[in-house]
């Protein structure tokens, strides 16, 4: 489980660790296009996310709650 401290205009930032952040993209958060941020997701919240991603040379973590076995999501 990770928190959630901050959206972006193109998803969510969670903190994974003290002093890691990665980001969860808008289209692995919402069903649809159209779907408020704000209606599925509120600063603060916790999910359980997995590792899609690394960037390690601009230290990036790109990170996706569907896309985990499904007995975590």
Known sequence: MVRSPR???FGVFVQVADG???LVHL???TLT?????SE????GDEVTVVV???DGERRRLTLSPRQGPSHLR
């Open 7 to 9: 959206w972006s205009r």
């Open 20 to 22: 890691v952040e990665g």
């Open 27 to 29: 289209r692995e958060l």
């Open 33 to 37: 296009p159209t779907e408020a941020l």
């Open 40 to 43: 599925v997701f509120q600063v």
């Open 52 to 54: 899609t991603a690394i």
